[in-house]
């Protein structure tokens, strides 16, 4: 029922910036945790952070430093701000939401409730 609309993937060199935008619904937006997961080609689903209904940002390790989650509450839309951009940072970028926090915290997102389709970032080295 609920719809996310991930954007900004591109191509960019190692080192370099790119933002990335989820548009949620109103509902969405406003009762649901939301999240940030990426995917390789032949592997499972990476958490790299999430923000909650509040705006209480966390991150996974291997991007904690590099990258920022945000939300804009008046356009309903959360953004991954990704900076110093790695080769392995290459993936394919999802949005997530779900109700509980717990699902961020311990399944690190995987079985979030809603998905978007995904926006493909590259980094060239």
């Known amino acids: 029922q609920e719809q996310l609309v991930e954007s900004g993937g591109g191509l960019v060199q190692a080192g370099g910036s790119l933002r990335l935008s989820c548009a949620a619904s109103?509902?969405?937006?406003?009762?649901?945790?939301m999240a940030w997961l990426r995917q390789a080609p032949g592997k499972e689903r990476e958490f790299v952070g999430a923000i909650s209904r509040t705006g209480n940002p966390y991150y996974a390790d291997s991007v904690k430093g590099r990258f920022t989650i945000y939300r804009d509450y008046a356009k309903n839309m959360v953004y991954l701000q990704m900076d110093s951009l790695k080769p392995e940072d290459t993936d394919v970028y999802f949005c997530?939401?779900?109700?509980?926090?717990?699902?961020?915290?311990?399944?690190?997102?995987?079985?979030?409730?809603?998905w978007g389709q995904g926006t493909q970032v590259a980094v060239s080295s």
């Open positions: 997530a939401a779900d109700q509980a926090w717990t699902t961020i915290a311990i399944q690190r997102g995987r079985s979030s409730e809603y």
């Open positions: 109103a509902r969405t937006f406003s009762i649901y945790h």
